[in-house]
């Protein structure tokens, strides 16, 4: 009996954690690597993102400078975080997409990090309750 060995991946295969699409558009090459390049630099914030989904769409009844919108959605323990850009370029959206979910995700690492540190102690605030009653 013969084991076939395991399937090897491509060295171009991407995280099973990145979805990517282009509505109304085909992903060239490079605009698909592109975008797996931004989502990967999103990646690093925290290793328990459940998903991100890229979606690239074109849209032709928009005013030339406002025709490519980008839209990231990235599905994490709590609220998910969902923005949108337009741009007269894919590649510009894109980019200005990827830079928005960072501060995002930013955003809420820090404001989780300080409600953790800041928390009174248990024995402060009975103090402050007694002291006031």
Not at 20 to 35: Q, S
Not at 89 to 99: E, F, W
């Amino acid at each position: 009996m013969k084991f076939k060995s395991p399937p090897t991946a491509a060295p171009d295969a991407i995280d099973p954690k990145i979805l990517i699409r282009g509505i109304h558009l085909d992903l060239t090459p490079a605009l698909r690597a592109a975008a797996v390049q931004k989502a990967e630099r999103l990646l690093r914030h925290d290793s328990r993102l459940l998903r991100i989904r890229l979606d690239l769409e074109l849209d032709e009844s928009r005013a030339p400078e406002a025709r490519f919108v980008a839209k990231g959605h990235i599905e994490i323990r709590g609220p998910d975080l969902v923005a949108s850009e337009t741009s007269g370029d894919a590649y510009k959206a894109l980019d200005r997409l990827a830079d928005k979910l960072d501060r995002m995700l930013r955003e809420r690492t820090r404001t989780r990090r300080d409600r953790r540190n800041n928390r009174p102690a248990a024995d402060e605030s009975a103090d402050g309750l007694a002291a006031a009653g």
